[in-house]
């Protein structure tokens, strides 16, 4: 298996079409890459909140009779890896609850840092949970809120919790999209034509702006940070529940987890990819006949440094798109297996060849090491490691599945002991400063890079206190 980091989760929201459930779906189908463990719709028609989720991915999960079932003319979508919480049915979302505020569905992407303790408050105060999951949280303190009306229980339930989320979150008949004080994750607002003449526009929200270009929709701002957007048949509704902190949007996003044709933080993740890639030639130039992307993830980055560089660009390694999440393993030991059922070398393109081989980022250092030596066995001369961002020493708690600090190779080893422990000829990391100058960062930094840096943006509990993450 890949020791890639995990995407966190994707959510989606649509107020005013005929068909939501369907836009919903499709919305998920296009946010896939942030979560492929469980997904989950639901929606509603003005009287009754109705939902389906199940394990599984977005297209295994949802038929057209699903769809039909979940009837209304807005909805809201969730697809998930776990991060806080289990790895379960009753941890998929959106999660659903009746209670003193109506029917509640609420879809999270994030990690609240004080999940733990708020929930052991609440469990002595009587609470009971139904859930592993940091986002049932919210929902106990919006049920326990003085104000007795949603809009005003919003504000005093999330200025409780500390952390990463952007929510979307649905009654029978209305629709809000949510965001943290420090804008970790991102949430996009768009407009979508209604096919209905004379109608209103409808209104949509998604993680990622991708998610529009499928269905159409036209990506209007991003939900601010310290804003709830509320969408009813009266029209739409903001208000700030909580100040602006400082930004600290997590730069990972642009790195790795948002897919190249999406805008997020206000910049295409395409170019800050490429230029990732040629301030990485420029940083660390080293005399090579060819570039290479560990496909998928290093692709941008490549074209950026080959371009840069003026060395050709080349696929050197081809991957398999059709593995699942289960095969046969042969009884007879194949070395390197797992890497090889997913990527295989182009021995005609390897063979005497000086190498640069580009990716987004090394994690544990296995599967880096696993695919040096299988470009070598192809034949390649020289193999020379570029990672288009900088060593990961640190564990994320606000939404990213990453390994604890131990089981992180640069949190615990030189890039010259990453070299040789990965067996390539050379081994370089973006810089910091380079990293923030691709993402299009100004002097004053937006961007939460505590991954890089171990510097984190809030207070962060004892690794004993943070909540159960998957094995």
């Known amino acids: 298996m890949f020791d890639k980091l995990h995407e966190e989760c994707g959510v989606f929201g649509i107020f005013g079409h005929p068909e939501a459930a369907k836009l919903a779906y499709l919305g998920l189908y296009a946010l896939q890459h942030r979560g492929q463990e469980s997904a989950g719709i639901a929606s509603g028609d003005g009287e009754r909140v109705h939902f389906h989720r199940a394990m599984g991915q977005v297209a295994e999960i949802f038929t057209n009779a699903r769809l039909e079932r979940l009837r209304g003319s807005l909805a809201i979508g969730h697809t998930r890896y776990s991060t806080t919480g289990s790895s379960a049915l009753s941890n998929a979302q959106p999660l659903i609850v009746d209670c003193n505020k109506g029917t509640l569905a609420i879809g999270h992407n994030g990690n609240l840092v004080n999940a733990v303790e708020i929930r052991a408050r609440l469990e002595n105060q009587g609470s009971i949970f139904q859930t592993t999951s940091d986002t049932e949280v919210i929902l106990h303190l919006l049920a326990r809120a003085r104000e007795p009306h949603l809009p005003g229980a919003l504000g005093e339930a999330l200025n409780q919790v500390e952390g990463a989320y952007s929510l979307v979150l649905l009654t029978p008949d209305s629709l809000y999209a949510i965001r943290d004080p420090r804008g970790f994750r991102p949430l996009a607002m768009g407009l979508l034509p209604s096919p209905l003449p004379g109608q209103p526009q409808a ?61 997020v933080f206000g910049r295409s993740v395409q170019e800050s990819r490429e230029m990732m890639g040629r301030l990485l030639a420029r940083q660390a130039p080293v005399p090579a006949d060819l570039v290479v992307p560990v496909p998928d993830s290093g692709v941008s980055a490549a074209i950026g440094f080959s371009a840069e560089s003026g060395l050709p660009f080349r696929f050197g390694l081809i991957r398999n798109h059709y593995v699942g999440r289960t095969f046969i393993e042969p009884s007879q030991q194949i070395r390197d297996f797992g890497v090889k059922l997913k990527l295989n070398p182009v021995r005609s393109l390897l063979e005497g060849q000086r190498v640069i081989l580009v990716d987004d980022s090394i994690v544990r250092g296995t599967t880096s090491r696993k695919i040096v030596r299988m470009i070598r066995e192809a034949g390649a001369r020289e193999v020379h490691l570029r990672i288009s961002c900088p060593p990961t020493i640190s564990p994320c708690y606000y939404g990213v599945d990453t390994p604890s600090k131990g089981e992180l190779i640069a949190a615990n080893q030189s890039v010259e002991q990453i070299r040789e422990f990965v067996g390539a000829d050379s081994l370089a990391y973006l810089s910091i400063e380079n990293l923030h100058a691709a993402a299009g960062d100004s002097a004053v930094s937006r961007f939460c890079t505590a991954c890089y840096t171990g510097d984190y943006p809030t207070e962060v509990p004892e690794p004993a206190l943070i909540a159960i993450r998957q094995a």
Request: aromatic content about 12%; proline content about 8%; hydrophobic content about 45%.
């Open 203 to 263: 209104v949509v929200f998604a993680s990622e702006t991708c998610a529009f270009d499928l269905i159409g929709a036209a990506h209007v701002r991003d939900v601010a940070p310290g804003e709830w957007v509320r969408v009813t048949k009266d029209g739409i509704e903001t208000r700030r529940f909580a100040p602006a902190l400082p930004p600290r949007h997590c730069i990972f996003e642009h790195v790795y987890f948002s897919r190249p044709d999406s805008v």
